[in-house]
């Protein structure tokens, strides 16, 4: 499938030389570079996602504390004034 894409001059620019550099074509690099940041990004958002049910499962556990408990090791640990 042929997807066309607009590309600022900077970033047409960067792009080539950046292809220039491996010795490849630059199709072939956007391409690769696409699909890297398209790769991270689906991580990132397992973890993210991972993160929130560790969260979830920890508070049906039991394994909390209170807003203001938070706040005041908040406040101990970055020396922020208590009137907050």
């Known amino acids: ?9 900077e ?5 080539r030389s950046k292809a220039a550099q491996q010795g490849q074509d630059v199709n072939l690099v ?4 696409l ?8 991580q990132e958002t397992q973890k993210a996602v991972q993160g ?10 039991g394994k909390f504390r209170s807003f203001d408990e938070f706040a005041s090791e ?11």
């Open 74 to 84: 908040q406040r101990r640990k970055y020396n922020l004034p208590t009137d907050l």
């Open 30 to 33: 956007a391409s690769e570079l």
């Open 1 to 9: 499938m042929a997807i066309i894409v607009t590309l600022n001059p």
């Open 35 to 42: 699909a890297g940041v398209l790769e991270l990004e689906a």
């Open 11 to 15: 970033l047409e620019a960067l792009l």
């Open 52 to 61: 929130i049910q560790q969260g979830l499962d920890d508070f049906e556990a």
